[in-house]
């Protein structure tokens, strides 16, 4: 938050069942994110109280995709259009996730730093 703006958001997908400080972390394998998980959306919703950053994370997957950032986001050399298909009426396949190198623990502080 910077002021009543969301100044920046991130994401990032993990393997394990339990989120840990240890827990290595992978790249969002779709589009409108950054490598090092920042997103690629902006807002001018005024945010009077942290209680309306509950819907986030619904408004931002409401997004249209696009081939926007998409280039070295998993193990596969696929288009957007190709992992939809891939996974549409499939589990997702975990082993398509490309490392970002970091733990959430290091990556928690890295984001989170001025």
Same mark, same amino acid.
């Given at each position: 938050m910077? #002021?009543?703006? &969301?100044?920046?958001?991130?994401v990032?997908c993990?393997?394990?069942?339990? +989120? =840990?400080?240890? /827990?290595? &972390?992978?790249?969002?394998?779709?589009?409108?994110?950054?490598?090092n #998980?920042?997103?690629?959306?902006?807002?001018?919703?005024?945010?009077k109280? +942290?209680?309306? &950053?509950?819907t986030?994370?619904? =408004? !931002?997957?409401?997004?249209?995709?696009n081939?926007?950032l998409?280039?070295? =986001? /998993?193990? +596969?050399?696929?288009? &957007?259009?190709?992992?939809?298909?891939m996974?549409?009426?499939?589990?997702?396949?975990?082993?398509?996730?490309?490392?970002?190198? /970091? /733990?959430? #623990?290091? !990556?928690?502080?890295?984001?989170? =730093?001025?």
């Amino acid at each position: 938050m910077k #002021g009543t703006s &969301l100044a920046k958001a991130y994401v990032a997908c993990y393997k394990d069942k339990y +989120l =840990r400080d240890t /827990t290595p &972390l992978f790249k969002f394998p779709y589009s409108n994110v950054h490598a090092n #998980g920042a997103l690629c959306y902006f807002s001018t919703e005024v945010i009077k109280d +942290l209680v309306q &950053l509950q819907t986030f994370a619904y =408004r !931002w997957r409401q997004v249209p995709n696009n081939d926007h950032l998409t280039g070295q =986001r /998993t193990e +596969l050399d696929a288009s &957007l259009r190709e992992l939809f298909e891939m996974h549409q009426d499939a589990d997702f396949n975990y082993d398509i996730l490309a490392p970002m190198n /970091t /733990t959430f #623990g290091e !990556w928690g502080q890295t984001i989170t =730093r001025p």
